[in-house]
């Protein structure tokens, strides 16, 4: 028989006292031993309405339709036996909901909504006009913003929502991935040479490899081509290359636009726009993305009115795709009339952008989904073409949504629409700036809520209490529980064993699907573990570090004091701990006090903990 005493560390979310710019909220708290059913208690401290909440067996929950902005709040858990007797409460925990910036736009409204067609969750936009990004439900309500304080230059563009519930974000030159408390987790440094000239720009996607594609212009002097005889020659262009970056921030692959494409390839209207600008806009590139089942990168020049695949390992180009009047070499007869381009993206192996449709004839927005033979011949299987008010001559996005919708943002305009496969508008949100002017939204998003990635975990046959720090569990030859993904992503749980040297005993793995639980188990019988010794559990998922649980257990219902782990309280113990001060030495069990330091007070305390038993 194996007796573990556990003790379970920063368990209790939100994070007491804490300030948070989101109404949907993760609650999570230690397992109460013995306890078969979790009763969750909230109340709004400003408005004295307070809810009551059932959870079953699980300790966590998320709750997204309750809470309101500046206010605040104070919850506790309850747990019950099979026969609904108490067997504990926690004290009260407390947080606010901060108000929302004073520049929040207070006229984003959703002009129409079908409920039943609407693809479920909550929209991730960016207010590029405002610099900053949030999230809004299906009518149009805020439940997340970015802090905007905390990145330079006061602006966050979110670009991409990870499946580690991370945000992925760009603004003045700079890249971020941040949590949703708006905590930098990874930026990219300041002293990188690609940060030299002008920085990040437009876009900044994350792989599934723990990498990170951005953005970078870059400067060269070149001859002015075609030019009027009052324009300098040569001039500086501005170019692009597309740079991936490691966890470290180092450069492990490049593509310059000046090593692959002609100058001769290059659009007039722009050298015409040159006169009253110090650099001649070449490319202007504004999404990179990677699509890694087939190794390719797809990139947007929306100066060149051209997305260009390229082949992931060689570099080479596989096609160019666009206006063939600024191609030396077209790939394709067709170019499909497309003008000034964004965010080019695979889905469900098609190419789908927004087409801005600057300097057409008409001028017209649209989203267009290109499907590729295995012959590479593309061909058009649709489109949706904005109504004329929604025309936005830069800016834009087509995101295939899960239910095969799309989800459209029109820029400039300040509109997000949602279609369905038959084109007919589901949702159609609609944003002023405060100043009664159109309100930019640069991209958007449909995720189902802001936890994708949010998990707890129990463990079985526990015994003993976690406000007496003495939890312990009965077993033979492991430790068995269970994880509870929370998330709506499917996520690969790692748990391991180490002693109170960090040395790992045991480690394994299991992918969890969304919103299911999961049993593990550790095998305590090849092990050799020590009585009376610290030991630590841990449990996180792959690609996120930051969401880390850890229990800390000693081999044996421990007792306080004994020190040479005879299972007594005696004169033997005060002379263990009075060689361990002599020597220097600490020991966790010897420090009666809890004040980490070893000193005449636990001499003392242990002194009367004798006689108390005597």
């Not at 693809?119 to 610099?131: A, C, K, R, V």
């Not at 300041?190 to 920085?199: K, M, P, R, S, V």
């Not at 002017?437 to 994708?452: A, G, K, V």
Request: proline fraction near 3%; hydrophobic fraction near 40%; aromatic fraction near 14%.
């Amino acid at each position: 028989l194996i007796i573990t005493n556990i003790m379970f560390s920063n368990e209790f979310i939100p994070v007491n006292n804490s300030s948070l710019n989101y109404t949907q909220i993760f609650f999570k708290w230690p397992q109460i031993a013995r306890s078969e059913n979790y009763v969750l208690h909230i109340l709004n401290q400003n408005s004295l309405e307070g809810i009551q909440i059932d959870c079953g067996s699980l300790n966590s929950i998320i709750i997204t339709d309750f809470f309101e902005w500046q206010s605040e709040y104070e919850w506790s858990v309850c747990g019950y036996d099979n026969q609904l007797n108490s067997i504990e409460c926690y004290n009260q925990n407390f947080f606010s909901i901060n108000n929302l910036p004073l520049n929040y736009p207070n006229n984003v409204s959703v002009l129409f909504v079908d409920e039943l067609q609407y693809s479920q969750g909550i929209t991730l936009l960016d207010y590029e006009s405002l610099n900053f990004s949030a999230a809004v439900d299906m009518y149009g309500n805020p439940v997340w913003f970015a802090d905007r304080h905390n990145f330079f230059n006061l602006k966050i563009l979110a670009a991409q929502f990870l499946p580690n519930g991370n945000i992925l974000g760009f603004g003045s030159g700079r890249g971020y991935e941040f949590d949703i408390n708006s905590n930098i987790l990874f930026q990219i440094p300041d002293t990188l040479e690609i940060a030299a000239d002008f920085g990040l720009h437009h876009d900044i996607h994350k792989t599934t490899y723990n990498t990170y594609f951005i953005i970078d212009a870059v400067l060269q002097t070149h001859p002015c081509p075609n030019c009027p005889s009052e324009l300098p020659d040569p001039i500086l262009w501005q170019g692009d290359r597309f740079i991936e970056l490691n966890q470290m921030g180092e450069v492990i692959w490049e593509w310059n636009a000046f090593d692959y494409l002609d100058l001769d390839e290059y659009n007039p209207l722009w050298i015409e726009n040159f006169i009253n600008l110090e650099t001649f806009d070449w490319t202007h590139a504004n999404s990179v993305y990677l699509h890694e089942e087939n190794n390719m990168i797809y990139v947007s020049l929306r100066n060149l009115s051209r997305i260009v695949a390229i082949d992931y390992p060689t570099k080479e180009i596989i096609w160019n795709l666009g206006n063939t009047e600024f191609m030396q070499t077209p790939s394709f007869e067709e170019d499909f009339g497309f003008s000034h381009q964004h965010s080019a993206q695979i889905a469900n192996d098609n190419l789908i952008f927004f087409d801005n449709g600057r300097d057409n004839n008409p001028e017209l927005s649209r989203c267009m989904e290109i499907s590729f033979s295995e012959d590479l011949i593309p061909e058009l299987i649709w489109e949706y073409v904005l109504d004329d008010t929604l025309m936005t001559l830069s800016r834009g996005e087509c995101d295939r949504l899960s239910n095969n919708n799309t989800l459209i943002t029109a820029g400039r305009t300040g509109n997000i629409l949602e279609v369905n496969s038959d084109n007919e508008i589901v949702w159609h949100l609609n944003g002023d700036a405060n100043n009664g002017q159109d309100l930019s939204i640069y991209r958007s998003e449909r995720i189902l809520n802001l936890y994708p990635a949010v998990f707890s975990f129990t463990l079985n046959d526990l015994n003993g209490s976690f406000s007496e720090n003495n939890y312990y569990i009965d077993s033979e030859d492991s430790i068995t529980g269970f994880i509870y993904n929370q998330g709506w992503q499917s996520q690969d749980y790692y748990y391991f064993l180490s002693d109170e040297n960090n040395s790992e005993l045991y480690n394994d793995s299991v992918n969890i699907a969304p919103n299911s639980i999961n049993q593990v188990a550790i095998p305590l019988d090849s092990i050799e573990t020590i009585y009376n010794h610290k030991y630590k559990i841990e449990v996180y998922l792959n690609n996120a570090s930051s969401t880390k649980q850890e229990l800390e257990f000693t081999i044996g219902e421990i007792i306080i004091g004994d020190i040479n782990n005879d299972g007594t309280l005696n004169i033997l113990d005060i002379i263990e701990i009075i060689n361990l001060i002599l020597n220097g030495e600490f020991s966790s069990n010897a420090d009666i006090n809890n004040d980490e330091i070893l000193n005449v007070l636990d001499i003392i305390s242990l002194v009367n903990r004798i006689l108390d038993n005597g």
